[in-house]
């Protein structure tokens, strides 16, 4: 909000964040593999995804 994006959400396009306009994710589910080092690394901190 520091810079101003309001109704907007994070998003990471490697090697980027950038600010998306909520309007254009709406309704969009993005799916993300088992198996990647986001949800490793999300279970290594404890986060349970019911597995």
Do not use: C, Y
């Not at 520091?2 to 993005?30: H, Y």
């Amino acid at each position: 909000m520091e810079a101003g994006n309001f109704g907007t959400m994070v998003a990471l396009d490697p090697p980027e964040v950038k600010a998306v306009p909520l309007e254009s994710v709406i309704g969009n589910i993005k799916r993300v593999s088992i198996d990647s080092d986001s949800i490793q690394t999300a279970k290594d901190i404890g986060i349970s995804f019911g597995d």
